[in-house]
């Protein structure tokens, strides 16, 4: 694709350290150019394996890596903890919240995405969603919390709606999810109340499609299907959330309509592009799709701006296929591999090809010993593909240390079923917020050193 030959003195701004923005960093590290890497928090999440997380199973320092740690040998790299609030196309600047103006000859933004309630933005406190360390907290609060308040209660109906899990949304983190919870009440807790069996709970996963996992093949939807229901997991496919009040779910299934009472609703349905999809859609007039994502030129970068790229989860790629690339962290990865070499490439006059993904496959784990992988040339469930699983996932975590430490407490897991890190911490049931004197930051990294 054409764009302007760099200068060797020339400034890279990278907004947001997610797989996109890390790994551009991190392949132009002994480049001559100028990196400036732009985050709100001070640490790459790896977000494939947040539910684990949230379900107890990993502590939040073992999927946290502090970006100037991953970064400190880089030393074209500067890394500044703010907020990106804006962007001047004209001047090629970027417009932190407690910074002067970061001036570019070249921007990648990589900002990702947040929950989508699908303008029922008032069912977030009720059902939150599983996109940062903050949600995985609370939810881990909140399913643990759960099975307590279940042990005190005395009024049956009331103790039922403690012991109903209801997520929302069967794609690859509700079916996680929903699988995880089920190990939970029938493996890690058994024998640890005395007045409440754990395996009385009750799990529902609710899917808007005709089956689970409807981006995989059918006859893996329906192997994970089946690996649900032998944890113990509720399905109802084709069923919709009309409303959720009051820890009542309702839920419309063709013609009947039914309430369901749950004190722990999680929400897997849907997302949407970070806000600053919609600034650049302003600054620029970069179309956007219905979920607020950027669509992009072959090269990754907006019509008519060849020094601004969109990767990741905020892009829109429809080049490749009938369908626009997921939002996965293997495309985020590549975008960024492919963003670094490009501006090689200009830095010597030269161009690059459009950005192909290459496709290895997507995997789903239900439970111990059990998962769904679609690798393109075979189709695998059961033990070799959660094997498969535990390998990439492993493989793909940044520093060398969390490597060791989930393997050694997914060793352990495996042999104990036990969830060592459910701990309940956070703020009380339907306060979401940190107290005044601390910013979400500060709040972040209090609950990681806590919970290490």
Do not use: C
């Not at 009309?242 to 849907?270: C, F, M, Y």
């Amino acid at each position: 694709m054409n764009g302007k030959t760099l200068t060797k003195q020339a400034k890279v701004v990278i907004v947001g350290g997610g797989f996109g923005g890390l790994y551009t960093a991190k392949d132009l590290k002994n480049t001559s150019v100028e990196v400036t890497l732009i985050d709100k928090r001070n640490f790459h999440l790896f977000q494939p394996l947040l539910y684990q997380v949230a379900t107890g199973a990993l502590s939040p320092a073992d999927i946290a890596s502090p970006l100037r740690l991953v970064l400190s040998h880089h030393k074209n790299t500067k890394v500044l903890l703010d907020h990106a609030i804006d962007i001047d196309p004209e001047k090629k600047e970027v417009i932190l919240d407690n910074h002067e103006p970061i001036p570019y000859d070249m921007l990648v933004l990589a900002t990702g995405v947040s929950h989508h309630y699908f303008g029922n933005d008032q069912w977030e406190p009720l059902a939150p969603g599983l996109k940062t360390i903050e949600d995985a907290i609370e939810i881990r609060r909140r399913i643990f919390m759960a099975f307590e308040a279940a042990e005190k209660e005395t009024d049956p109906l009331k103790r039922q709606a403690w012991l109903t899990f209801v997520i929302v949304g069967g794609g690859p983190t509700g079916v996680e999810l929903a699988g995880a919870i089920a190990e939970i009440a029938h493996g890690a807790l058994a024998g640890d109340f005395r007045s409440i069996d754990p395996k009385e709970a009750k799990i529902l996963l609710i899917e808007g499609l005709d089956r689970v996992l409807p981006p995989y093949p059918p006859e893996l939807s329906a192997k994970a299907a089946e690996d649900l229901r032998h944890l113990g997991v509720t399905i109802q496919t084709q069923s919709l959330v009309t409303d959720i009040n009051d820890h009542v779910v309702t839920v419309r299934q063709g013609e009947q309509i039914k309430q369901i009472n749950s004190r722990t609703i999680l929400w897997a349905a849907g997302v949407k592009a970070s806000r600053m999809g919609k600034i650049l859609a302003e600054r620029t007039g970069a179309e956007l799709d219905r979920a607020g994502r950027v669509v992009v030129e072959p090269d990754l970068s907006i019509p008519g701006y060849s020094d601004i790229f969109v990767i990741g989860d905020l892009a829109n790629f429809p080049h490749q296929g009938e369908r626009p690339l997921p939002g996965v962290a293997p495309v985020a990865m590549q975008q960024g591999a492919y963003i670094a070499k490009l501006i090689k490439q200009r830095l010597q006059g030269e161009t690059l090809p459009q950005f192909v993904y290459k496709d290895y496959g997507n995997m789903a784990v239900i439970g111990q010993n059990k998962a769904v992988a679609n690798l393109g040339f075979t189709k695998l469930s059961g033990f070799l593909a959660w094997f498969i699983w535990v390998w990439a996932h492993i493989y793909y975590l940044i520093e060398f240390d969390n490597k060791l430490v989930v393997m050694v407490q997914w060793g352990w897991n495996y042999f104990t079923r036990g969830r060592g890190a459910r701990l309940v911490t956070g703020v009380g049931e339907g306060k979401r917020k940190t107290k005044p004197q601390e910013t979400s930051q500060e709040s972040t990294e209090k609950a990681i050193s806590v919970t290490r």
